[in-house]
């Protein structure tokens, strides 16, 4: 049992340990393509808090994959429309929404400024200015950010996408 719990360990801190190149996640974006002030905005429907920033750009933008990542998840669901699902270095989850299509297929390991898809309005998104809703969740809390605001406890979880996109190359 100790191996086991011993080995559970190294895996975690292995994965601290790769390297998270960034890149903006939208081919030729710049932070003059979203709005700085929309993380954690509120009201923002049925969520409350908007919990990551929207990327606009013409639809058919290509979408790339913003480190290196293990693509785990790609479907529809209601809210995000045609979405990806990655995990990537220091084990934290990146969301891709509202794609109007998805270039990759099951589970798939990509580098970062891999091509996923490309920039659409689905899901609850429809009928708006095409966007990539783009939001980074870490499974590990970062308790120090959590704060006061309305459902501050999960920006434990929620990571502002404009601070991690600020080191993007």
Request: proline share 5%.
């Amino acid at each position: 049992m100790r191996w086991i719990f011993l080995g559970l360990c190294v895996v975690v801190l292995l994965g601290f340990a790769i390297p998270e190149p960034r890149t903006i996640p939208v081919d030729n974006a710049s932070s003059a393509d979203w709005n700085k002030d929309t993380f954690w905005y509120e009201p923002w429907g049925t969520s409350g808090v908007h919990k990551g920033i929207d990327i606009f750009a013409q639809k058919g933008t290509s979408v790339l994959s913003s480190t290196h990542q293990l693509i785990i998840y790609q479907g529809q669901k209601p809210k995000g429309g045609n979405i990806v699902l990655a995990l990537g270095p220091k084990w934290r989850l990146h969301y891709y929404a509202h794609l109007d299509s998805i270039d990759i297929d099951g589970i798939t390991l990509l580098s970062k400024g891999a091509k996923i898809g490309t920039v659409g309005s689905t899901g609850n998104a429809q009928g708006k200015a095409p966007h990539l809703h783009y939001s980074i969740v870490s499974l590990f809390p970062y308790f120090w950010l959590a704060d006061e605001s309305t459902q501050g406890a999960k920006k434990a979880y929620y990571l502002n996408p404009i601070s991690y996109l600020s080191a993007a190359d």
